[in-house]
């Protein structure tokens, strides 16, 4: 039963850092490269706006963050949880 | 030497390249094709998952597009790349867990159901071949630049390329051949931007340079570009003009279109551990990056060059003479690219001068009334041949433009191969062995692949005759499918024990229909021209256009499979058991074949 609780507390544990790495994946990209870019038109970046170098190129940037800090996290997770490869 | 010999040398050189490290790799270990990512460091998978996934949609069409567009197209940027976020966080180390080699593979065995195993490979096919159709485009075209033919001709004589390089076999699981594909395709890309941003910009990293000061005039580079284009009648390059809705969707599909495409998914189920299966999917975006933070620039930098060829005393002066664009060494690439009928022009007017603008913007009409003009007369300009043509836009070297002919051709062979290798296993290893004829003999077994690849070939030049779009917009249509059919069905087997059979197989199809009868609907019946019912100009359901219907299709996928799954059958105990287990990466082994 208590290797069963653990399991549970490490797959919960990724689903919330997965939530809130697709709401950060999700605030970038639909959010300051598309739906909120009118409300960021005040910030410029080099000829165009904040919301515009999003699109194109900082939700990438992020993107890439992300995914390595997932990765970090994960590995740090299977330790802690003792669910790691052998 | 002239640039025809040139081009000649550096593809041929490229490809001597690829033939003899595949030649090299083979004689070091025969293992079979399909754990040719075993043992190999995420480094170096990310770095080869990366040339099989960036595809002439990348390379030669998405740049082009942005171009034209502007802000309209970031979704292609931000979809393409967003994808390895949820592949990464959602699919790619449970599946490595799981330890099979097919994506239906997992399916038929989540799903206790030998159905859902061929509904997965019916979805695959469907998305694959589509896939195909948009990089035989690509392929085309780079071949009639090259050989300085019709695309048309450029089509057939890539075809056979292409099945030649097929066929040759482990060409494409060989991990080292497609790091140098890599290594060519990120040069070639790199190196003419590079010049080109010193130029206009004065930096060398192209993606300062598109937010950085345009040398020539002071201004910031975007600044003058949203002024030159607006003068032409143009829409304004950084602002947006589509539907906002449209954009989400379409930049959403791009994205779970990516987390379900099988021939990349693949690659993650033979990373050594679990651990190495999460970091994998960051090096390949990083590697992936390098050319999407770039392509922006070359877009926007590239329709700066053009608008300044066209009109070289400036927006407001002449317009470029007929005679300077058939004599002027710096127009030269005008002629080239007007054989392969990709690019055509005509002085309507008779007055010796090319005007280039926007004829349907009642603003320059009243001033091409005033001025004498009768309509743009650059009749045609090809989105797909922007990047190929680019550095010859912007007169660089000779070898840079041989280069970026290599390039072009390495993105777009070593995708269509992949892809009809996918194809190909689908058919003969998934579909007949393992569902149809299950005592069929290993020789049978690899004509049968041969067979299929030659038969999807066939089809993909067949619908590749009548495009439904551009390169990239053919690709986003395959996306669609894959993210209305595959990418659904396994995110729910992971997450959700929930989900049966019953619900799995209906969600698959329902999701993979709706897609496809709405694709149906606005490009026409199997693509074939005047067979569709309503246009993307218009489409069916408010602003969603049919390459922004896979994230409809998803939903629809996961609301079905949800209410199907609440009638029927509760999931039996091994198989949540299986989910279980693949949750966690402890007692991952080494991946095994299902036969």
Known sequence: MSENDESNAYWSANVRLIQISLIVWALVSFGFGIILRPMLSGISVGGADLGFWFAQQGSILVFLVLIFFYAWRMNKLDVEHGVEEE | MDQFT???????????????????ARAGSTSEFYAAGRGVHPVTNGMATAADWMSA??????????????????????????????????LAPYLRKFGKFTVSEFIG?????????????ICLLV?????????????????????EIDAFWGLLIGACVVFAYAVFGGMKGVTYTQVAQYCVLITAYTIPAVFISLQLTGTPIPALGLFG????????LLAKLDAIVTDLGFKEYTAAHGSTINMVLFTLSLMIGTAGLPHVIMRFFTVPKVSDARWSAGWTLVFIALLYLTAPAVGAMARLNISDLMWPNGTGGEAVSVEQIETDPEYAWMATWQKTGLLDWED???DGKIQYYNDANADLQAKAAEKGWQGNELTKFNRDILVLANPEIASLPGWVIGLVAAGGLAAALSTAAGLLLAISSAVSHDLLKGQLTPNMSERNELLAARISMAAAIVVAVLLGLNPPGFAAQTVALAFGLAAA??????????????INNSGAVAGMLAGLVVTLLYIFLHKGWFFIPDTNSFTDADPLLGPVKSTSFGAIGALVNFIVAYVVSGMTKETPEHIKALVASVRVPRGAGAAVDGH
Do not use: C
């Not at chain 2, 000649?8 to 033939?19: D, E, P, Q, R, T």
């Open chain 2, 485 to 498: 059919s595959i990418f659904p069905a396994l995110m729910m087997g992971i997450f959700s024990t929930r």
């Open chain 2, 109 to 121: 065995d989540r799903f206790y159901s030998p159905t859902a195993r061929l509904v997965a490979v």
């Open chain 2, 127 to 147: 998305a694959s071949i589509t896939y195909v159709i948009g990089q035989m485009q690509g392929v085309g075209i780079a071949f009639g630049r090259f050989l």
């Open chain 2, 348 to 350: 309507k007017n008779g």
């Open chain 2, 6 to 24: 040139l081009n000649l040398l550096f593809v041929g050189a490229s490809f001597a390249l690829y033939i003899g490290i595949a030649i090299w």
């Open chain 2, 57 to 90: 949609a990348s390379f030669i069409s998405m740049a082009g597009l942005i171009a034209f567009t502007g802000y309209d197209n970031s979704s292609f940027l931000m979809g393409w790349t967003g994808g390895y976020v949820l592949l990464a966080l959602l």
């Open chain 2, 213 to 220: 000061e345009h040398t020539a005039s002071g201004e910031p």
